[in-house]
């Protein structure tokens, strides 16, 4: 059998929030389930708890790394709130009263991501890239890890098992800065946490 792949663009969001759900343990870990698929704010997130009962925000935006990240902080105070409400909503968290963990996936990375992630240990940053296979779409998801220059692969479950070319998986080799500095909205946000 001949594979046919080749790069797509995902540009809705409920079909980019259907592959995603896909991949719960590939964002929140092994053992991971889905609680909400659409949480009830106006950012585009989801909730997962991992297989250690603690609650992961998967805050995500098919275009704009800068807005999903900002939205999924926003969505850390709401639901840092509601904590105990959806403690007694969701019996797979056991009413344990952990603080929600945060994963956020764009196309690309955040701007000034690594220093995002050197402050928040508990986050996790994917990008994703959208590949057709056969004519089936899926997607290959990429991990920053924050004390390395390497970006981890991860492909999920409905993603291919091929991986896109080099190139694509490693942009700071080619002389190209992938990440460009934080804005000053973004630095005075983050300093205020």
């Not at 970006?151 to 993603?159: F, G, R």
Request: glycine share 4%; proline share 9%.
């Amino acid at each position: 059998m001949t594979l046919h792949i080749e790069n797509t663009q995902l540009r809705d969001p409920e079909r980019l929030r259907s592959l995603l759900l896909d991949a719960a343990e590939n964002l929140g870990g092994k053992g991971s389930v889905v609680l909400e698929p659409r949480l009830p704010w106006e950012a585009q997130a989801m909730l997962l708890a991992d297989a250690d009962q603690q609650p992961v925000v998967v805050s995500f935006d098919a275009e704009q790394a800068r807005m999903a990240l900002l939205n999924g902080l926003q969505l850390l105070e709401q639901l840092s709130a509601a904590l105990p409400w959806i403690n007694q909503v969701h019996d797979a968290l056991q009413q344990k009263q952990r603080p929600p963990r945060l994963v956020v996936v764009s196309e690309d990375f955040p701007p000034g991501a690594r220093e995002v992630l050197a402050s928040c240990p508990s986050l996790k940053l994917f990008r994703y890239r959208a590949l057709q296979v056969n004519g089936e779409t899926g997607l290959w998801l990429e991990r920053m890890n924050p004390g390395r220059e390497q970006i981890t692969d991860t492909s999920l479950p409905t993603a291919v098992d091929e991986a896109p070319p080099a190139a694509e998986l490693a942009p700071e080799e080619s002389g190209e800065s992938a990440l460009p500095p934080l804005s000053a909205e973004e630095t005075a946000y983050f300093q205020q946490l």
